[in-house]
């Protein structure tokens, strides 16, 4: 048997293969921001997103503690990657000002459809087959060196109160399809779908 050999590498980021997700917040002045973010984990029906601190988002969710996480389908990447230069905040922070620029209407930008809520204020975006809306209870600033080199972060806790998918998601009438639903997963920044190989299931499988 071979045994493998390894490098001491420092990758520029660590996304090993995560969800994407487009977050949407509450502007001062009532209109709804969205933004991708690729740093989430989900444990029962408590979110946790990092978010970049100079960010709209960041800022949002610390004023008004509501949001929606929409999941995008594997389809919707250059959707995605249109909203990925772009920030709300206005003028762009100088840690984001050689790559970024500023965009009012994101909606309008990634030809994206705001719908309304139904218990929180932000708007869901309707192409996302998975939408989440969320009440923000905590955020807290994340630490570490090579982090505060690019400006630093936050750790925004949120419950989510309300789930809406796509009707052809959705079997038994209460449970998401494995075998049809897809994130689109960010790999070291290349855009990727599931391959829908199934290995197997846990004992805790429903479906």
Known sequence: MTRPKFQTIEPKILYFGTPVALISSLNEDGETNVAPISSFWALG??????????????????RHPECVVNLPAPEMWPQVE???????????????AAQYHYEREKFHAAALTPLSSELVQPARVKECPVQMEARVRSTRPLGGEKLEKIGGAIAAEVEI??????????????????????????????????A???????FRAEV
């Open 45 to 62: 029906w408590t979110f946790l997103l990092g978010l970049n601190e100079s960010t709209k988002t960041a800022d949002n969710v610390q």
């Open 82 to 96: 249109k909203l990925a230069p772009l920030t709300a905040k206005n003028p762009v922070p100088e840690v984001k």
């Open 161 to 194: 109160v309300r789930v809406h998918v796509a009707s052809n998601l959705v079997i038994n009438e209460r449970h998401i399809n494995p075998a049809k639903w897809s994130p689109l997963i960010y790999n070291f920044r290349h855009y990727y779908r599931l």
């Open 196 to 202: 829908f190989t199934e290995l197997g299931k846990t």
